[in-house]
């Protein structure tokens, strides 16, 4: 048996191990997919240490690729499938990909990105479903390999992509991303976990997943669902009404949502909300961006007190969290640091700060993982001090020792859950004739938490008008993901500056967010 899915598959193969809008796959098929697709790699190629590059959405394919990837010592790489073929080609690029595995619906913009000038061109290109001639079906591939035992089997690991400051997206490897050792270190660490992610560990509970898997918060309750022997629901889109029927209909009993997920939620109409039984569900868990506290109060008081709250991300994985009573208690706050995880709040100087007083969050793992960027050591080593790494953030520690967020010292937009880099947008909005300067910052949304605005100001000759605008918005989805393209904009004869030429977005922000220092 692949060792990651040994005990349901030796005690319960024929229960379901995944659902997706399109079929359920058993623990024992499973295992026998996950099999054969590791030797079908093995026989196309695919080395130790090898990047395979997969466009997948919330489908059964994607935890067999990723399974296969762990007992094959491949480092996956998981991308948004919202890219262009621009987006996509830089990091077939950046990891010199071996492999592509694409579903069919983004064939298309694969086959774009492969034939865009200096693009590597993977020797294994695989398509899940389509009829595509320069991709192998996915089910053919999975056919030809051997359903026996993996042997010699050696870990890998995901590597998710993060959108960039210096323009564009970096590889983000932390401790799961590890290529090397057996494949068992995934079990030990999901069994570690599991009681901060509330999973139990004997098998059994049902795992909703409702947010794209290419991100690192889904892959992780995705998959550490599965190393602990429980099944997983994929919803490829969020859906709010359809997400509540699913939890009747499988029983689910653990769920992971951003807040704007929530909201949605929150929003349905009344009578839809009381014919939700929800009588399976034992916990839902938040995080991946601020909650705004009335959201967060009426979600506990429609599904109990069972709402847990973390703070983390890809390159720290969980760093602290705080249950709803708890919640209740220090509104605000995202809690008190794992047992596993050192936080600590420092100054510019790298001083510690009082009890009270804000600072950078940095934090060290006990455990001894760390992070690395890939091809960006200097991004790496400026994401550390002292053997602590930092996500960018600021917040202060009550006198219980309870963390605080009250800002970001990074210049990032998290917009619905999802972190969005403006350097990345301004590089493109610099580009067009039509623009003289660009800052890109966020401002508030009431759906999404935050939006992507740009202040601009015009080249020479150029007055503002709607076609104008609709020219720069078009020229920003043909470079750029939809989420990423500013959703609104406002023009300056100038923008400020520092003497040294260094721009100057507070005095911009300010406008837009009166209430915050």
């Known amino acids: 048996m692949a060792v990651l899915l040994d005990d349901p598959v030796a ?79 830089y990091v077939i690029g950046d990891t010199d990909a071996a492999a592509v595995v694409v579903d069919a619906r983004w064939v298309g913009v694969v086959r774009d990105a492969l034939a865009i000038d200096d693009c590597p061109q993977p020797d294994v290109r695989i398509a899940v479903g389509g009829d595509d001639a320069a991709f192998e079906d996915y089910e053919q591939v999975v056919a030809s390999g051997d359903p026996d035992e993996v042997v010699d089997a050696e870990r890998g690991g995901p590597m998710f992509y993060t959108s960039g400051t210096t323009g564009r997206p970096k590889g983000v490897r932390s401790m799961l991303g590890q290529v090397g050792g057996p494949p068992e270190v995934f079990t030990l660490i999901a069994h570690s976990m599991a009681p901060t992610l509330n999973l139990p560990t004997t098998g059994g509970a049902v795992q909703a997943i409702c947010g794209p898997i290419y991100h ?62 929800g009588e399976s569900l034992e916990s839902l868990i938040h995080g991946a961006a601020a909650c705004p506290p009335h959201v967060k109060r009426a979600m506990i008081d429609t599904v109990g007190p069972i709402v847990t709250e973390y703070y983390g991300g890809t390159e720290g994985g969980f760093i602290a969290c705080i249950s709803a009573e708890e919640w209740l208690e220090r509104p605000g706050s995202v809690g008190r640091p794992l047992p596993s995880m050192e936080v600590a709040l420092l100054d510019e100087a790298g001083e510690p700060v009082a009890q009270g007083e804000p600072g ?53 937009i998290v917009s619905g859950g999802v972190n969005i880099y403006p350097a990345e947008i301004e590089a493109v909005l610099a580009e067009h004739d039509a623009v003289d300067d660009v800052a890109v910052f966020a401002v508030p949304n009431d759906e999404m938490g935050e939006a992507v605005h740009a202040a601009l100001s015009l080249a020479d000759g150029v007055t503002w008008s709607d076609e104008v605008e609709q020219a720069i918005v078009a020229a920003c989805r043909e470079r750029l993901a939809g989420y990423k393209c500013p959703r609104s904009f406002e023009v300056h004869d100038e923008l400020p500056r520092s003497e040294a030429g260094k721009l100057l977005k507070g005095p911009l922000r300010t406008a837009h967010w009166p209430d915050q220092p």
């Not at 796959?25 to 590059?53: F, I, K, M, Y």
């Not at 994401?383 to 970001?408: E, I, P, Q």
Request: aromatic fraction near 10%.
């Open 11 to 89: 005690h319960r193969p024929d229960d379901v191990a995944l659902t997706d809008d399109r079929r359920t796959v058993s623990w024992g098929e499973l295992n026998q997919r996950v099999n054969r697709l590791v030797d079908a790699l093995r026989t196309r190629g695919l080395r130790s240490g090898d990047h395979l590059v997969a466009m997948l959405g919330n489908q059964a394919e994607a935890i067999e690729v990723s399974l296969a990837c762990a007992h094959g010592g491949w480092q996956l790489v998981p991308v948004n499938w919202h890219w262009v073929a621009d987006e996509l080609a």
């Open 216 to 277: 690192s918060a889904q892959w992780v309750f995705a998959h550490f669902a599965v190393f602990c022997g429980n099944s997983v629901v994929l919803q490829h889109r969020f859906d709010a009404d359809h997400l509540l029927t699913l939890i009747d209909e499988h029983r689910v009993s653990h769920l992971h949502l951003v807040p704007t997920q929530m909201m949605r939620l929150l929003e349905l109409p009344k009578e839809r909300l009381e014919s939700f039984s």
């Open 360 to 412: 950078d969050v940095w934090f060290r793992n006990l455990m001894g993982s760390d992070f690395e960027y890939h091809n960006a050591p200097e991004k790496t080593a400026k994401a550390h001090r002292s053997g602590f790494g930092t996500l960018g953030d600021v917040g202060y520690f009550d006198a219980d020792g309870y963390l605080y967020l009250s800002g970001r010292s990074i210049d990032m």
